[in-house]
């Protein structure tokens, strides 16, 4: 039986992953543990976790406790995450931080202490769930685009130094999917209207990424569209400027 931990465990996304897992115990990491609770009780394998996730010393103290009762973590995916979207003039130093806190820097404190567990068994796969912004910046997303372009850059390291260790890992870089996500990062909806052509649907994205745990895979990149427009983005950056000042820029 795999053990699969997963932060942000409340949201859209994680909610649809958990629906593909029926047979793999399942620790949940979320703000609220009767939230959790109340999501997941269906589930026949699971238990729950309040943390802060910005609290490097109490999610520490939450993975000792974790390893202590488990000793393995077969999976972890990093999944919490936020965005606003608005001029990069506008944003606070205490707005910069927080971002980077959740976005950033909890990812990486769960992939060193959980990675670091994993390559000394010689087994693992690590699995952050990161953003198409972490790949093609567009107006107003100045803080959300820099703190996921931060996460693919560690994966990527941390994939090398992990590649002879018997540890995966995979960057998830799905466009906008369609949670409660856009409540806080677009809360007039305009944005979100606006993209609805490249709209994402959780359940879609949940069983694609399901399907690559535990297999050795760089990234998957969705949809098709912002994938290819990616590839673009990085052959031909000058026009890929222009457009993402115009066709791209929705927000």
Not at 22 to 49: M, N, S, T, W
């Amino acid at each position: 039986m795999r053990k699969i931990l997963i932060t942000g465990a409340s949201g859209g996304l994680a909610q649809a992953m958990v629906t593909y897992l029926p047979d793999d115990y399942l620790i949940l990491i979320g703000r609220d543990a009767q939230y959790l609770k109340e999501l997941y009780d269906y589930h026949p394998q699971v238990e729950y976790h309040q943390l802060d996730i910005k609290d490097d010393l109490a999610v520490m103290e939450c993975l000792d406790k974790i390893y202590q009762k488990h000793k393995k973590i077969d999976i972890l995916v990093n999944n919490a995450g936020y965005a606003v979207y608005k001029d990069f003039e506008t944003f606070t130093t205490r707005e910069a931080r927080e971002m980077f806190e959740v976005n950033t820097f909890a990812t990486m404190t769960f992939c060193q202490q959980v990675g670091g567990r994993m390559k000394k068994v010689g087994s693992g796969h690590i699995v952050n769930i990161v953003s198409m912004s972490g790949h093609i910046a567009s107006a107003k997303s100045s803080l959300y685009s820099a703190s996921k372009f931060a996460c693919i850059g560690y994966s990527n390291v941390l994939r090398l130094e992990l590649a002879d260790k018997g540890v995966y890992v995979t960057t998830v870089n799905p466009g906008p999917i369609a949670t409660k996500f856009f409540d806080q990062a677009d809360p007039d909806g305009s944005y979100l209207k606006s993209v609805e052509r490249f709209l994402l649907q959780p359940d879609k994205v949940a069983r694609k990424i399901v399907a690559i745990f535990g297999r050795k895979k760089r990234e998957l990149n969705l949809p098709w569209s912002l994938k290819a427009a990616h590839k673009f983005y990085s052959l031909f950056p000058a026009i890929a400027d222009v457009l993402a000042r115009g066709v791209f820029n929705y927000k």
